[in-house]
Nanobody
Framework: QVQLVESGGGLVQPGGSLRLSCTAS????????LGWYRQGPRTERELVAA???????AVADSVRGRFTIWRDNAKNTIYLQMNSLKPEDTAVYYC??????????????WGQGTQVTVSS
């Protein structure tokens, strides 16, 4: 059973930084695409960033230049460095993964989510 376990959420002031991590476990096959989606209090779930095992990445326009995603294949772990955080980044951030290589379509595996709150 595939498990995606997130960590790193919390409360931060505008302009601050947070780093999220997500580790995939429980599978005997490769999780070739891992990424982050988020859902705010009044928004639908949206892609934040995703990365394949080959290093290809997709980043949402709303976070480009502020957020960076990268992957440690040996640890089946992805990281999301979030800088210059804004109140509109407040959301539950979900880790997502799939065996397929598809950066723009949600995969079948989801983590439980971690809350990120940007507020003064």
């Amino acid at each position: 059973q595939v498990q995606l376990v997130e960590s790193g959420g919390g409360l931060v002031q505008p302009g601050g930084s947070l780093r999220l991590s997500c580790t995939a476990s429980g599978m005997y096959f490769a999780i070739n695409t891992l990424g982050w989606y988020r859902q705010g209090p009044r928004t639908e779930r949206e892609l934040v960033a995703a990365v394949t095992s080959g290093g290809s990445a997709a980043v949402a326009d709303s976070v480009r230049g502020r957020f960076t995603i990268w992957r440690d294949n040996a640890k089946n772990t992805i990281y999301l460095q979030m800088n210059s955080l804004k109140p509109e980044d407040t959301a539950v951030y979900y880790c997502n993964g799939d065996e397929d290589y598809n950066l723009h379509v949600p995969g079948k595996y989801w983590g439980q989510g971690t809350q990120v709150t940007v507020s003064s």
